[in-house]
């Protein structure tokens, strides 16, 4: 179903942001995968963030986390382009090279989503592929 809904988000040019599981089920749609960590299950952590977002969330900020996956840069698919990692290097945010797509591994929705991730959706919105 999700492959469905990812099909037809790309063929129409519908902007998608995945969130958690989300970003970890695009990664695997373009052929990537992830794998099993600890200490991210209802916590906070802190992201470093790449130039390409840190116009949005600055060089660092901090997340909250509720996830037990997590994807090594080694194993993020093919055009997908990262944005944000935690302390151990796990990829937590990514874009896609040249379609509207963007993924976070924390939870906007939740309490601890930060401001930030407004101005985040918002461009996605509004702009499309800021990144570009």
Same mark, same amino acid.
């Given at each position: !179903? =999700?492959?469905?809904?990812?099909q037809y988000a790309i063929k129409k040019n519908i902007p998608v942001l995945g969130v958690c599981r989300g970003l970890?089920?695009?990664n695997k749609y373009f052929g990537g995968s992830f794998v099993q960590i600890e200490n991210h299950v209802a916590t906070h952590h802190n992201v470093n963030f790449k130039k390409s977002w840190e116009?949005?969330?600055g060089n660092k900020n901090k997340v909250n986390?509720?996830? !037990?996956?997590?994807?090594?840069?080694?194993?993020?698919a093919e055009g997908l382009i990262?944005? *944000?990692?935690?302390s151990d290097g796990y990829v937590e945010g990514f874009y896609h090279d040249n379609?509207?797509? *963007?993924?976070?591994m924390w939870h906007p929705e939740r309490k601890g989503g930060l401001p930030e991730?407004? =101005?985040?959706i918002e461009k996605l919105l509004k702009e499309g592929a800021f990144w570009k």
């Open positions: !179903m =999700v492959k469905k809904i990812l970890q089920l695009i116009s949005i969330y986390s509720y996830h !037990m996956n997590g994807i090594d840069p080694i194993d993020l990262p944005t *944000a990692f935690d379609l509207t797509i *963007a993924s976070v991730d407004v =101005v985040l």
